[in-house]
């Protein structure tokens, strides 16, 4: 089989993507007879470019050309959606940078990739967390895939453990650590650090934005917790639905001050069946030294599924990089391949 | 599809799935449009049991009874061999109780269910510690499914989430907590307990057997690394290949007797690429109690995949009890009705 890909954004998960791609070409055809041509990218402040009919990109892993198009590309669309329109391609890969909170612009270039008849693989949470039951039934109506496994916690298993891994269970509930910055501040305010130092790593290390809030406030965690929960446990919530309780750097300080001998504090976020809805909540939790989410440290991620089959199942991922993000966009493109090879 | 099955062995884990597939028989029709029934049963003492032409069994979930056929039973064979060639099933559950060391009688059973065309599904793990390359090569000649994700880890995704959640990856080492027993009995020595006493409770729980040694003294961990490094790592090694350093009931009660202030003692199986070759080993360890496998207590396992394209992932499991196993089962069996119904 043969994946014709367009790129929505080209920033650091999407170089990253193109390299994991052209390491493994090899593999990919090997084991799945899948071979990958990219025909089209778009970004933000260069618009789109398409190959020539029947060619393909040849993007480098540093980024576009700063000026003229890149290598192969015979036009140029400066409307991303017109772009997504006009680009042959068979599959989406939808990483631009948004606002994860409304899910715009995303979710207009997810609708348009969708209506053209492409499959979308996104690492973009928004959309997800805003209108998840809409995008999902337009891919169905459509027998389009629609996949977003980089969505939460970068490329660890979670949406295709439980599709692929988890059959015939339900999620009854899930907890965990989903927020890369908040969790190395706070481990660094463990080691005796300041909260600015810890927010100056994450800036430093490409983690946190000039403005940390977002993450610290718990809106990302909120956006994530509404994800696990639209898609597990089809919750049909928004982030703002979600509970934010205590969850801001005024806190993080008050409670880190506050804790007792052996404890530690965590930013949590969870769901849970409640009746027939799902609660969700991110919170500044004091947590012992001997729970399994106090070993998880600085950008490390960790989620709990409570499930009806195997009781807790946990996953737990090492490091987050945008070549972890970049991976779960290659489980996605694999997962496609295989569902079409049918 | 539907699946006509056969059991070989109806212990507590093959009676734990066929509550299991019971309760989930919706489930297994509404997502996987899948239906089973069960067309034979054997077990070492009362033979195997096949039903009459076109008909199912009806198995109890407390056992066979004592005397007589199971209901829906019209044929009897004494032979389990001849039992499996007769018998006429697309699946053979292979959870019979065996030796884990050379795999017997269970490899013979799953050679004779292979060769005479029917898929197998098995939670045994001798079979795959000392054949795993012959039987896949037979599965793969015949074009039938072998798998076996309860073999290690009860039904925790191990086999089935590289296979189908980490694509394109090589797995570089492994390294995890996989022996209930030994992990029971360290964690109570922990808590001020008796070795004894531990033992005791592992036995009572139906862990242990009643020479406890085969745990203790590292050899299930061991057959489980093997199984690990043959099937993720093409090891080609038996489980006497697998070096078995201090760990024995004397080893423990020394190390914890020796134990550091906040250390605790695990044991430990890991497998690491060592140039063209596998290395694998089962030791007793004393980990400081910040480490993540500390807080692995009582029955729960972990384990730990190096991968080259997600770095760790590692996964956990809450419990292991048959209902744990019987998933492990019924995951396997959906993944052949998945892979057939292409």
Same mark, same amino acid.
């Given at each position: ?17 193109? =390299? ?5 070409? =090899? ?6 007879? $899948? ?27 540093? =980024? ?19 772009? $997504? ?57 459509? =027998? ?99 509970? %934010? ?7 993080? %300080? ?50 709990? $599924? ?23 966009? $290659? ?6 391949? %295989?569902?079409?090879?049918?």
């Amino acid at each position: 089989m043969h994946l014709r890909l367009a790129l929505i954004g080209y920033g650091n998960v999407g170089r990253a993507f193109v =390299g994991l791609l052209k390491g493994k070409e =090899g593999e990919l055809s090997d084991r799945y007879d $899948l071979t990958c041509s990219i025909v089209g990218v778009a970004t933000r402040s260069r618009g789109g470019f398409i190959a020539s009919e029947g060619g393909s990109l040849e993007l480098s892993e540093a =980024g576009l050309p700063d000026t003229g198009m890149p290598p192969g590309a015979a036009r140029h669309e400066r409307d991303t959606l017109a772009f $997504l329109r006009a680009c042959p391609a068979d599959v989406v890969i939808e990483v631009s940078t948004l606002s994860p909170l409304d899910g715009q612009p995303a979710l207009g270039y997810m609708r348009a990739a969708l209506e053209s008849g492409k499959h979308v693989v996104t690492a973009n949470k928004g959309p997800l967390a805003n209108a998840y039951r809409e995008l999902r039934d337009l891919a169905a109506e459509r =027998g389009l895939a629609l996949r977003f496994e980089s969505t939460v916690i970068d490329g660890l298993p979670v949406f295709n453990l439980v599709e692929f891994c988890l059959p015939a269970s339900r999620i009854l509930g899930f907890r965990g650590i989903v927020n890369s910055t908040s969790n190395l501040v706070l481990t660094r305010m463990e080691e005796g650090q300041t909260m600015e130092a810890g927010i100056a790593e994450a800036q430093r290390v490409g983690l946190a934005e000039a403005d940390p809030s977002f993450d610290l406030d718990g809106w990302d965690a909120a956006a994530k917790a509404a994800v696990l929960a639209n898609v597990l446990m089809d919750a049909g919530i928004r982030p703002a639905q979600v509970l %934010r309780e205590n969850v801001n750097m005024e806190a993080m %300080r008050a409670m880190q001050a506050a804790l007792g001998p052996g404890q530690v504090l965590r930013q949590v976020a969870e769901g849970r069946a409640d009746g027939g809805s799902v609660r969700c909540a991110v919170r500044l939790e004091a947590l012992p030294a001997t729970h399994p989410f106090a070993q998880v440290r600085g950008t490390r991620n960790i989620l709990t $599924l409570q499930t009806d089959t195997m009781r807790d199942v946990t996953i737990q991922e090492d490091e987050c990089t945008p070549r972890q993000t970049a991976f779960g966009l $290659l489980s996605d493109l694999v997962a496609v391949a %295989r569902s079409r090879g049918r």
